[in-house]
């Protein structure tokens, strides 16, 4: 058995949205917090769920627990769904392949576990709110100062894809594109993408980076190549650019390398998937 605390809050509705799970099963204990800007309390709410749901492995057995009416109710009393289809497709596609016991709880009535969840998606909304940001007061472009912040280990992860023709695929996958090693050529130039990230975005501090990952996923099916870049630091802000940059040269080398067979292939879906380290803590995306 596996029980998910799950809380949502919003700061505007629509503003700055929190959302937190905490996954318990037997005495281990998983802490899951994300964020998200102008959205809705009800998002919030259900992106909780879904994100602690797919913690979960498939045909478990699971009970929410919720102090939200909307997504309890709606789960088990069908109430019209007028809004947020997207994230009720995500929530119903988890909920197919696991029995799921949906329990209500009073908001704020001192089941710890939920008390906690809230402080936490709370937390997140005061974090963004007292974000820095590139502009002082005076409305002029600055780099945000870190100098009174402490290093902590940050990780951040990456993805991206790149869609091209099949016949483009098994070119890279036999290793016969005319300019070489397509993949090796990619993970090489994401590397040093992420190394240089500070020279290419004029706001990003340089940082000691203390470990750079490129990966690739072949899906023959769809014609994709996945990409994933995951950084590490000792540092006072985050490696975020750093991935991303990391996974966005790469594409871009995978696109240089192969544009002479194949002009129609697309860069989609860049996006960060996970960072943790500083107040924040660990966010997970997908």
């Known amino acids: 058995m596996i029980d998910i605390y799950t809380d949502g809050a919003c700061s505007g509705n629509p503003g700055p949205g929190g959302w937190a799970a905490i996954v318990v099963q037997g005495d281990e204990e998983l802490e899951l917090k994300g964020s998200a800007e102008g959205t809705t309390n009800n998002r919030m709410e259900i992106t909780a769920t879904i994100e602690g749901l797919a913690q979960t492995p498939e045909n478990a057995e699971v009970t929410i627990h919720s102090d939200s009416q909307y997504v309890v109710n709606t789960m088990t009393k069908n109430w019209k769904r007028n809004a947020n289809r997207d994230l009720w497709q995500k929530l119903d596609d988890l909920v197919l392949n696991r029995k799921v016991n949906w329990v209500w709880v009073k908001g704020h009535d001192g089941h710890p576990q939920n008390e906690r969840a809230d402080k936490l998606a709370v937390e997140i909304i005061d974090q963004?709110?007292?974000?820095?940001?590139?502009?002082?007061?005076?409305?002029?472009?600055?780099?945000?100062?870190?100098?009174?912040k402490q290093a902590t280990e940050r990780i951040?992860?990456?993805?991206?894809?790149?869609?091209?023709?099949?016949?483009?695929?098994?070119?890279?996958?036999?290793?016969?594109?005319?300019?070489?090693?397509?993949?090796?050529?990619?993970?090489?130039?994401?590397?040093?993408?992420?190394?240089?990230?500070?020279?290419?975005?004029?706001?990003?501090?340089?940082?000691?980076?203390?470990?750079?990952?490129?990966e690739f996923e072949m899906d023959k099916k769809s014609s994709v190549i996945g990409i994933i870049a995951t950084v590490k630091a000792v540092e006072k802000t985050g490696v975020e650019m750093e991935a991303l940059t990391a996974v966005s040269v790469s594409a871009l080398t995978i696109y240089d390398m192969c544009k002479a067979v194949d002009r129609g292939m697309k860069i989609e879906n860049i996006r960060l998937v996970k960072k943790a380290g500083g107040k924040s803590g660990t966010i997970t995306l997908e």
């Open 156 to 214: 951040a992860i990456a993805k991206g894809t790149v869609k091209m023709k099949p016949e483009t695929l098994e070119l890279i996958e036999k290793g016969q594109s005319a300019k070489g090693d397509v993949l090796a050529l990619a993970q090489t130039s994401g590397i040093m993408a992420a190394k240089k990230t500070s020279e290419l975005i004029p706001l990003c501090h340089p940082l000691r980076i203390t470990n750079v990952a490129v």
């Open 128 to 148: 963004l709110s007292r974000m820095p940001t590139h502009f002082d007061s005076s409305g002029q472009v600055h780099m945000v100062d870190v100098s009174e």
